[in-house]
C-alpha cells in the first residue's frame, strides 16, 4: 500500500503480517493521554492473529506498574511482562556489570525506588560515587550539576552512564520537554568528560532486552517508532524491518533530508496502516472510524 501525506512524503506500508512487533509508546501508540487514531484496533488485531506485541519505552519517569495502569487506563490491557522501559534496563544493566558500584542518579523517583529495591547502593557523596546516571528529571538543578561535576571532575572516580538519549519527550499540540539529553549535555559541558554507556534505545543493552522477550528472529519482527536515531536505528542495527509513524518527532520533511542508510523500510501517517491493505479491506476499515 503506498500513498502520499499532504506534504507530499511517500508513505509505505507493510503487504504482510509478521510474527512479532515492538511499539514505542510515546509519539507511537500515544501522545499525553490519549492513543493515537488506529492504535487500539491496531493492538487488537494483531493480538487476534496471535502475534507477539511488546511496548518499549526511554521514559524513565515511569515504573512498570504505571505503563501497565495507563495502557488499560486506555484500553489495551497489557501485562508487565510485555512492556521495557529504562529503569529496567539500567537496574539490569548495573546488577550484570556494575554489581558493587555506588550511584549517583539524577533522576525521578522511579529509577531511585528500582535501583534501592535492587540494592544498588545510592550516595550524594562526590567522594564515593563510582558512576553518575544521568536520566530524564524535572527536578534537576545546580546543587544535582555540582555533585556530578566533583565526582567526575574534581574527585576524578566516576564516569557517566544515561537511561536514554533523547534531545526532548513529545507533547500534545507539538510542544514538549527537555529529557535526559540536556542533563547529559549539562555534565559533559562542565566536566569535559563523555557519557560512556546508554541503557536505552538505540544501544545493545535495550535491544537485547527485547530480543529476549520476543523470543522470535529478527527479520520476522518489525520495530515502530517515531525517532530515527531511537527505534529505527536499533532496529537497524539488529537487523529488524523498521517503521516509522509520523505521529511524533519525526515529521515527512525530515525524510527528505536523511540518507537512505538512515530510512525505515515502511513510513506510516498512522500507526494502523501497519496492517496490511488486504486485512484493512476485511475487517471493513476507514481512516476517519478509527
Not at 493515537?36 to 526511554?58: D, I
Not at 522501559?85 to 554489581?99: D, G, I, S
Not at 517508532?225 to 531511537?230: C, E, H, N, P, V
Request: charge should be negative.
Amino acid at each position: 500500500m503506498k500513498n502520499e501525506t499532504s506534504s507530499g512524503a511517500k508513505m509505505r506500508t507493510p503487504d504482510k503480517l509478521y510474527e512479532g512487533y515492538v511499539f514505542d509508546l510515546d509519539g507511537t501508540i500515544y501522545l499525553g493521554d490519549e492513543l493515537l487514531p488506529g492504535a487500539r484496533r491496531m493492538v487488537e488485531k494483531l493480538r487476534e492473529h496471535g502475534k507477539r506485541v511488546v511496548f518499549l519505552s526511554n521514559n524513565p519517569t515511569k515504573g512498570l506498574k504505571d505503563y501497565v495502569e495507563k495502557l488499560t487506563r486506555l484500553g489495551l490491557p497489557t501485562p508487565e511482562e510485555d512492556i521495557v522501559n529504562t529503569v529496567v534496563t539500567a537496574t539490569e544493566y548495573l546488577l550484570r556489570n556494575h554489581p558493587g558500584a555506588t550511584v549517583y542518579p539524577i533522576s525521578e523517583q522511579p529509577l531511585k525506588d528500582a535501583l534501592s529495591e535492587a540494592g544498588i547502593r545510592m550516595s550524594e557523596n562526590p567522594e564515593e560515587i563510582d558512576i553518575v546516571i544521568a536520566s530524564y528529571d524535572r527536578g534537576f538543578e545546580y546543587r544535582k550539576l555540582q555533585i556530578a561535576f566533583d565526582a567526575i571532575w574534581f574527585h576524578g572516580r566516576a564516569w557517566l552512564m544515561t537511561t536514554n538519549p533523547d534531545r526532548y519527550c513529545p507533547f500534545p499540540g507539538g510542544r514538549g520537554e527537555p529529557d535526559a539529553a540536556a542533563i547529559v549535555g549539562a555534565i559533559e559541558g562542565c566536566t569535559g568528560g563523555k557519557c560512556r554507556v546508554n541503557v536505552g534505545k538505540p544501544d545493545p543493552v535495550m535491544l537485547e532486552t527485547i530480543k529476549g522477550m520476543l523470543g522470535l528472529d529478527a527479520k520476522d519482527c518489525v520495530m515502530t517508532g517515531d525517532r530515527l536515531y531511537t527505534e529505527i536505528r536499533m532496529a537497524k542495527g539488529a537487523g529488524m524491518p523498521s517503521a516509522v509513524v509520523l505521529t511524533g518527532e519525526t515529521k515527512a520533511e525530515d525524510l527528505e533530508n536523511e540518507s537512505p542508510d538512515n530510512l525505515p523500510d515502511y513510513v506510516l501517517d498512522r500507526i494502523d496502516k501497519l496492517i496490511p491493505e488486504d486485512i484493512w479491506s476485511e475487517s471493513g476499515w476507514k481512516e476517519d472510524d478509527g
